[in-house]
């Protein structure tokens, strides 16, 4: 189905407006949602690649939702255990893939609005929305060393069964790839997604997000953001 024109000029200047509000936080003191500073990725680990997906079509979407040339922003905090995690793989001839991070409020509107269904796309109406716009979560992936991503259960936004943390599928490759990615991310105190195996979220997100957030995600179940911590034997 072709978009409408009326969609096509609200998404543009959604698009636009989001351009505006990234090159601010780009320029000044970059925050998460509460107001805490962010730091770039690539500024604690210049070794590990950014290709924010969102600033792409290549989502399930199918849209830019982010500006080009967006950067990849996070917690200190996190940053230091991305690095950490870098290091780790690095002893193995492997490395991370960043393909999301920090993600604006706005960012995650338009997303619930054009994608959000069933338990993935969490709807910022909510109240808490996602956990990218706190800074405390990273989607990635594993790539070697010339930067090339690894055969993996899926690939970004494939929502299937397929994309669950726990990988059942019967290539071995692909078991050890995810394996490896799981460990190096759990040992550097990152949980792991149910749902999106892709996705980490740092142990310590309670110290970074309101009371009152917490409660709500906690009491989701389906959508929360920081189960169970990765198992390094499955």
Do not use: C
């Not at 500024?43 to 830019?64: E, Q």
């Amino acid at each position: 189905m072709i978009p409408s024109e009326n969609f096509r000029n609200r998404h543009a200047r959604r698009l636009v407006l989001l351009a505006i509000g990234f090159l601010f936080v780009s320029v000044f003191a970059n925050a998460n949602a509460d107001g805490l500073p962010l730091v770039e990725i690539k500024a604690f680990a210049p070794s590990i690649i950014v290709d924010l997906r969102y600033a792409t079509p290549k989502n399930v979407t199918g849209r830019a939702l982010y500006p080009p040339g967006m950067r990849a922003f996070v917690l200190p905090s996190v940053a230091q255990q991305l690095a950490s995690a870098q290091k780790f793989l690095r002893n193995y001839d492997y490395g991370i893939k960043i393909w999301d991070a920090y993600r604006p409020k706005e960012a995650q509107e338009l997303l619930f609005k054009l994608a959000g269904k069933g338990d993935y796309v969490s709807n910022p109406e909510s109240g808490f929305g996602s956990m990218h716009t706190w800074g405390v979560s990273v989607d990635a992936t594993l790539v070697d060393v010339w930067g090339r991503e690894m055969t993996m259960p899926t690939g970004f936004d494939e929502f299937t069964p397929a994309a669950m943390m726990y990988y059942k599928g019967g290539d071995p490759q692909t078991r050890a790839h995810l394996h490896l990615l799981q460990v190096a991310m759990a040992a550097n105190n990152f949980y792991g997604l149910r749902i999106e195996w892709w996705h980490f979220t740092t142990a310590d997100w309670k110290k970074y997000v309101p009371e009152a957030d917490k409660n709500k995600i906690e009491s989701n179940n389906l959508k929360a953001t920081a189960p169970a911590p990765l198992n390094s034997k499955s």
